[in-house]
């Protein structure tokens, strides 16, 4: 349901009548909230807003809201978004993500949505795990833990997103907590607002495959320090960085991609005079 | 003056057609003078084809440009190359396959870059030695690939007026340059009148309004007739040309371009856009398509039209990715997993490159679905002197919903399967893309009955679709019928021509919409026929395995057919027709 256009609107405004595929106590609850609140607080209109994912629990997201949805393919949300901003500048474009979806197979394209900085807001939920699968290691699960696929661990050093975010050109970088909807939905409403790429990885925790991950409420805290605009000052921050400082933390001055372009309005048969040899001679 | 034989002489005595070879090593200009060549010929009024073939290097490496300069249009080229001519002999010999000559043939080679390989030589062709490089030295700032144009234009007879205009055009910032290219060019014609050798071509029909084109070019024209204002891609040998000539075509009819990270993105970005509500298209080969192939399911499901052209090169895995084959039908046709109706089009000739991808684009468009276009490096890289192309039939734009439908279901069952798509911008009717199996309204379902229902409602789409009379190309009479796609289509008519004059009618019907089949069409066209002979340009025969699996063929059926990427010429169609006619 659309409010009339006068009347302000409020996050169920941007909710749906659909029931969730999540478990109970799953952090994508908290998140899915946050987004409504935040469209809400920017007062946007649901039919002006896309929401785009791949696959995974977190991808799940756009069916959940009331704004126009697009659930793709495993590991290709930004680049379906890309296209959609790119031929449709008019709307606000959210991608939602996940560790899997988004750092494993949709990893090239991070980078290069990043060195695009195309004016997206980039949702990862990490959990550090593959929930929709029942609970294999993701590129940011710790390298000693073991699930069935990885008895023994992966031994692999976690990837680090932030740290990669930056050095690939994003525009805007923060991490939220999952734990705190108004605090990440604070983060959102800057995030979409801040142009070009904007990339806010929330901490979201897998009650089911990753119960210890309840304790992150006590592991977060506000970031101690002022966002900065310097890349070299905010790489020496974010390659130091516990995993738990919440808030913004980059603020780049890139120019959006797509914002000097210049488009004509010439009938494709125009084209067609340098094709006719005579003509042309 | 001896006059040499070509191809198929006219009522008074003079042939239609002559084929040349310019060859050398990369960086030696061989394909811009072939090019000055191709349009020297669209000036004095000839019709006129240019394939090319090189090596695998990027530069430095050997290369030839192929030309067929006749008095009515062609699509193929000829059996022979009545001249080969060689800057510098580099690896040449490599394309001996791909330059056919006989005793009638002539070449011409630079005495001071060595013999003419072997391989040519013992064709019994006669050999003429032609100085290029010193007599472009004779010229200041003179190339020995002007010199050749020349004596290439001076053998077939070109007037020097329409030669003047063509080299002019190419150095359109004049001064030395032109002037060098011009005294170079010159000193060509006057060593092929020392030659004292000529083709008499009987003299050109000038006719209106033709197109010196290529056929990538033509299919990035197609795509914006039809409508497309995205385009994502990354680049990919044969198809990058499409790209660069659609990156600043596009922006001038007010759509964007985006080079992709990879196949996988582009295919996706496409979607995004289309979902958006702009037509979109990207244009890849064999391997990008190999990638893109989850995401055209998703296209189907979600019911998202997008264009795909591939032009095709050998394959598997990287192949010859600078050659021809009609290899990519199968991955084209069943490339996708689950049961996943689309479309595939094939355009059967260099002009037919605009009208096919328009026909494709508004087939999409109409039907919500993919549509792959299926052109091939030969088809994609000729350029050509070519009657204005033809206009693809209209059909129907995208139904879209309407602002604030009331009960508005994205995927409602329709009688003819097509569904209103609501826009993102429309208010009250907002839905979510899916490609998990959904409702009619998009929420997504693990039910069988809504699984059947919308599987049903996918294949309706294309089972109603009536695509009239461009679904092929139909030609000719008689109890034998060439069935064919593609660039196979040129050599087959020109070899149905040959058939003919010597009291041989046989049909040609060349298949433009490959998928959905259209048995009922093809059982009509071959109504009476009691051979047919399937042409295809691949080894494993997936043009004939198409037609068992969806057709009844009539009578006996053979197979002709070769991978790539040797193009079939006309007389070896001819003489596989005659043999089987006296059998």
Not at chain 2, 260 to 285: F, H, K, Q, R, W
């Amino acid at each position: 349901m659309n409010a009339p256009d006068t009347v302000a609107l409020v996050p169920k405004d941007f909710k749906s009548d659909y029931k969730p595929v999540w478990c109970p106590g799953c952090g994508d609850y908290s998140v899915l909230s946050s987004i409504t609140k935040a469209l809400a607080a920017l007062q946007l209109r649901p039919e002006n807003v896309a929401v785009v994912s791949g696959i995974g629990c977190s991808s799940r997201i756009p069916a959940y809201t009331n704004c126009y949805g697009f659930h793709g393919v495993h590991g290709r949300s930004l680049a379906a978004a890309t296209g959609l901003k790119a031929a449709r500048p008019d709307l606000t474009v959210l991608v939602a993500s996940g560790d899997g979806d988004g750092y494993s197979i949709g990893g090239n394209h991070f980078l290069h949505a990043c060195r695009r900085n195309v004016d997206l807001t980039y949702i990862v939920m990490d959990n550090h795990v593959y929930g929709m699968t029942k609970g294999q290691p993701s590129p940011t699960t710790e390298p000693a833990w073991p699930s069935k696929l990885s008895p023994e661990g992966t031994g692999l050093r976690e990837f680090h997103p932030l740290v990669i975010a930056l050095a690939a050109g994003a525009n805007f970088i923060a991490r939220a907590f999952s734990g705190d909807p108004n605090g990440t939905a604070a983060l959102l409403t800057e995030a979409i607002r801040y142009p070009g790429f904007s990339f806010v990885e929330i901490l979201s925790p897998c009650v089911t495959f990753r119960p210890e991950q309840r304790a992150w409420k006590e592991a977060v805290r506000p970031t101690p320090v002022e966002p900065t605009d310097d890349p070299a000052r905010a790489a020496r921050r974010l390659i130091t960085d516990d995993g738990f400082n919440i808030g913004v933390l980059y603020r780049g001055t890139r120019t959006p991609f797509g914002a000097t372009a210049r488009r004509g309005n010439a009938a494709p048969e125009s084209l067609d005079a340098a094709f006719r040899f005579q003509e042309a001679s | 003056m001896a006059s040499i034989q070509a191809t198929r002489a006219t009522a008074t005595g003079a042939p239609t057609s002559v084929s040349v070879a310019l060859a050398g090593s990369g960086g030696a200009g061989v394909m811009t003078a072939g090019n000055m060549l191709l349009e020297a010929a669209a000036q004095a009024g000839y019709y006129g084809l240019m394939t090319r073939t090189s090596g695998p290097q990027i530069r430095g490496g050997e290369a030839a440009a192929m030309l067929r300069i006749s008095t009515v249009a062609n699509d193929g080229q000829d059996d022979r190359f009545q001249v080969l001519a060689a800057v510098d002999w580099q690896n040449v010999g490599r394309f001996a396959a791909e330059i056919p000559l006989d005793a009638s043939s002539l070449i011409l080679g630079d005495p001071d870059q060595g013999a003419p390989p072997e391989v040519f030589l013992k064709t019994g062709a006669q050999r003429f030695e032609v100085p290029f490089k010193r007599l472009a030295k004779q010229v200041s700032g003179g190339w020995p690939n002007m010199v050749a144009l020349g004596v290439l234009a001076g053998l077939c007879g070109l007037p020097e007026d329409a030669l003047e205009r063509a080299v002019s055009r190419a150095n359109r910032k004049g001064g030395e340059a032109l002037a060098a290219s011009l005294a170079a060019m010159r000193l060509g014609l006057e060593q092929a009148r020392a030659l004292g050798v000529a083709f008499t071509l009987a003299p050109p029909q000038p006719g209106p309004g033709r197109w010196l084109i290529t056929g990538n070019e033509a299919a990035g024209a197609g795509a914006l007739r039809g409508g497309v204002r995205f385009v994502a891609a990354y680049p990919i040998t044969p198809a990058t040309e499409l790209l660069e000539w659609l990156a600043p075509a596009i922006g001038k009819v007010g759509g964007t371009l985006v080079q992709a990270e990879d196949e996988l993105a582009s295919i996706n970005m496409i979607l995004g856009a289309s979902y958006g509500g702009v037509p979109s298209l990207t244009a890849t080969s064999g391997p990008g398509l190999a990638l893109m192939m989850e995401s055209l399911g998703l296209g189907v499901a979600a019911e998202i039209p997008i264009v795909v052209v591939d032009v095709m090169r050998t394959g598997p895995s990287t192949g010859i990715a600078t050659k021809s084959e009609q290899s990519d039908l199968n991955i084209a046709l069943h490339g996708m997993h689950g049961d996943a109706p689309h479309v595939v089009v094939a355009p059967n000739s260099l002009a037919d490159c605009l009208a096919a991808t328009q026909w494709a684009v508004g087939i999409a468009e109409s039907l919500q679905v993919p549509a792959i276009v299926l052109t091939d490096q030969y088809l994609g890289q000729a350029r050509g002197v070519v009657d204005e192309p033809a206009r693809a039939p209209d059909l129907p734009a995208r139904h879209r919903a309407e602002t604030g439908q009331p009960d508005y279901r994205r995927y409602a069952l329709t009688e003819d399967g097509v569904s209103a798509m609501a826009i993102p911008g429309m208010a009250g009717i907002t839905y979510t893309a899916d490609g998990l199996e959904h409702g009619e309204s998009g929420r997504p379902s693990s039910q069988a009955s809504d699984h059947a229902a919308q599987m049903d409602k996918r294949a309706r789409k294309l089972a109603g679709f009536d695509p009239g009379a461009y679904w092929a190309s139909v030609e000719g009479e008689g109890d034998t019928a060439i069935v064919t796609f593609g660039s196979c289509t040129g050599p087959a008519r020109e070899a149905l021509a040959r058939a003919q004059a010597g009291g041989l009618n046989a049909r040609l019907v060349s298949l433009r919409l490959l998928s959905p089949a259209q048995p009922e069409r093809l059982a009509q066209a071959l109504e009476g026929v009691s051979r047919v002979l399937v042409l295809e340009q691949n080894h494993s025969g997936q043009l004939l395995r198409h037609l068992r699996a969806e057709y009844d063929l009539p009578g006996e059926v053979r197979s002709l057919r070769r991978a790539g990427p040797l193009p079939f010429h006309p007389g070896e169609i001819h003489d596989t027709l005659l043999q089987w006619s006296r059998a």
